[in-house]
């Protein structure tokens, strides 16, 4: 006896570019397991349909009129916000300065606009499914080009990080974006070890996700 058939992801999809959004909609809405459950072209109309709609997923360009991906991102999922809505962004190819202050807002993760449909794809499912994405082009150029704003001086590095040497090392490959899978690899142990690992640090250091643990890793210096 098969149970009943999952629920389709439903997911809003935000950009100002009439193209894109375009694209995006068709493609999403090619996919047997997803649904558009709405589109928009500004910020607060993204903040409005996300509050009515509910959907899984919010697909979110940064940089629109009315009111820009950050701010409608942090009034979607940041914090204090009591049933927050999962945001997935989408900047272009020459990272976006403010994609990083859309991760301390809220998002879940993020990817390149030029990215292939299937990873697009990809990244909507896992976000829906409670996990992070994070594209490590992305965040390795992200944090190389803006290491000393993120990075504030006062910060103590390790000392004032609660963690064994063994989570530290786990965290700094998180902020290397690496997967599950590819920190299994790297330190010769199983994957299951790995996500009790990630479980131990994002409790330990109260954070919400592995995108807070890449951000929280860079503030503290303890990634080069």
């Known amino acids: ?17 009439m193209l894109v ?8 809405d090619a996919q047997p397991d997803m649904e558009v459950a709405g589109e928009c072209a500004d910020g607060r109309a993204a903040v409005d349909l996300a509050r009515k709609e509910r959907p ?11 009111l820009d991906g950050i701010e409608a ?18 900047t272009t190819f020459n990272l976006d300065e403010y994609v990083y202050e859309a991760l301390r807002a ?3 993760g993020f990817l390149l606009k030029d990215a292939p449909p299937d990873r697009l794809l990809h990244g909507i499912r896992t976000v829906a499914s409670g996990a992070a994405l994070l594209d490590p082009e992305v965040t390795r150029q992200l944090v190389g080009r803006y290491a000393s704003r993120i990075r504030p001086s006062e910060d103590g590095g390790d000392r004032e ?5 063994r989570e530290l090392e ?16 790297a330190l010769v142990i ?9 479980s131990r640090i994002l409790s330990k250091l109260q954070l919400r996700d592995r995108v807070q643990a890449v951000v929280y890793a860079y503030r503290r210096g303890l990634v080069n």
């Open 190 to 198: 199983s994957q299951e070890t790995v996500k009790t690992f990630v």
């Open 161 to 165: 990080v609660p963690l064994t040497p």
């Open 56 to 66: 899984d997923v919010v697909v979110m360009d940064v940089r629109m009129p009315v």
């Open 21 to 28: 959004r375009t694209g995006l909609v068709t493609i999403i």
């Open 1 to 17: 006896m098969s149970g009943a058939p999952a629920r389709p992801v439903r997911v809003v999809v935000c950009d100002d570019q």
């Open 170 to 185: 786990v965290l700094r490959l998180i902020a290397d974006g690496l997967s599950n899978s590819e920190i299994a690899a």
């Open 106 to 108: 809220g998002a879940s």
């Open 73 to 90: 991102t942090r009034l979607l999922a940041g914090s204090g916000v009591p049933d927050p809505v999962k945001v997935l962004v989408v």
